[in-house]
């Protein structure tokens, strides 16, 4: 089991700057990437942004250049540094660890959420 603390967020304007941190604890040898998710009201939850074990990131066409994903191994956590926020980044963003189990399965851990509100 993974259990994920996020931390952040919160009510920016337009072209602000805001930042998200993520702990993980538990069983943290078994992941295997890391990232942010987002869930607008009324829409689908969306990849944000993920990092993985080796540093490799992704991220969304939506918040690439403005969004810069972090993670330190060594302490579990990752960050997700949002700068030049639009209207349209409003939603509730959730931290998301990617593991495998002992029998090799994946398995999907999320965080609680934390929302972020961008005025215009």
């Known amino acids: 089991q993974v259990q994920l603390v996020e931390s952040g967020g919160g009510l920016v304007q337009a072209g602000g700057s805001l930042s998200l941190s993520c702990a993980a604890s538990?069983?943290?040898?078994?992941?295997?990437?890391m990232g942010w998710f987002r869930q607008a009201p009324g829409k689908q939850r969306e990849l944000v942004a993920s990092?993985?074990?080796?540093?490799?990131?992704n991220y969304a066409d939506s918040v690439k250049d403005r969004f810069t994903i972090s993670r330190d191994n060594a302490k579990n956590t990752v960050a997700l540094q949002m700068a030049t926020l639009k209207p349209e980044d409003t939603a509730v963003y959730y931290c998301?660890?990617?593991?495998?189990?002992?029998?090799?399965?994946?398995?999907?851990?999320w965080g609680q959420g934390t929302q972020v509100t961008v005025s215009s």
């Open positions: 998301h660890a990617g593991a495998t189990t002992g029998y090799g399965l994946w398995r999907d851990y």
């Open positions: 990092v993985s074990n080796g540093g490799r990131s």
């Open positions: 538990g069983s943290t040898s078994s992941i295997n990437v």
